[in-house]
């Protein structure tokens, strides 16, 4: 399957990555082990700014969840290109974790996170998004509505060339 380069995806989508995110607190933002890139929970933040705040279902409707997941997972690009020089070193999504402030009575839970979801396999397209986990919590940092996790599996960049996602 020939794999695009997700720099140019992401050109061709006319996406507008922020600055890359620095820390609330005393961790890093991004780190590398081996062939792994983790990443530090991702907020929808531009600088230090909330862009979204309160409970999804109460205070927020699942739409701007979706957009609040959305502009996480943009952090979490701008995180991983700041990283690595180029988002064309990532082979694979290999872990998304949707972590969504709402009330117990929540169950757009989905919903909500394919705001994540869509902008990576808009990004990275189908061979590379990965598995999920979606999860409602009580609270996030900062009274965000909305915190993502990512793994990305890596390599050497290409711009365009057959790539089989790794198996175990």
Do not use: W
Not at 25 to 53: D, I, K, T
Request: hydrophobic share 45%; charged share 15%; proline share 8%.
């Amino acid at each position: 399957m020939v794999v695009a380069s997700a720099e140019a995806r992401i050109k061709e989508l006319a996406i507008c990555l922020p600055k890359a995110p620095t820390p609330f607190g005393a961790y890093v933002e991004a780190f590398q082990s081996g062939s792994l890139l983790f990443l530090s929970g991702m907020l929808p933040v531009a600088g230090h700014v909330p862009l979204y705040n309160g409970l999804v279902g109460r205070e927020l409707s699942v739409a701007e969840g979706y957009d609040a997941a959305r502009a996480a997972c943009l952090s979490g690009l701008a995180a991983a290109q700041s990283q690595l020089g180029t988002l064309d070193r990532i082979r694979s999504v290999a872990k998304l974790g949707v972590y969504i402030a709402c009330p117990s009575d929540f169950h757009e839970h989905p919903k909500v996170a394919d705001g994540a979801s869509e902008l990576l396999l808009d990004v990275f397209g189908p061979a590379r998004i990965p598995p999920r986990v979606v999860l409602g919590v009580s609270s996030i940092p900062l009274g965000m509505p909305v915190e993502i996790e990512l793994v990305f599996e890596i390599g050497p960049a290409f711009a365009s060339q057959t790539q089989e996602r790794s198996q175990p």
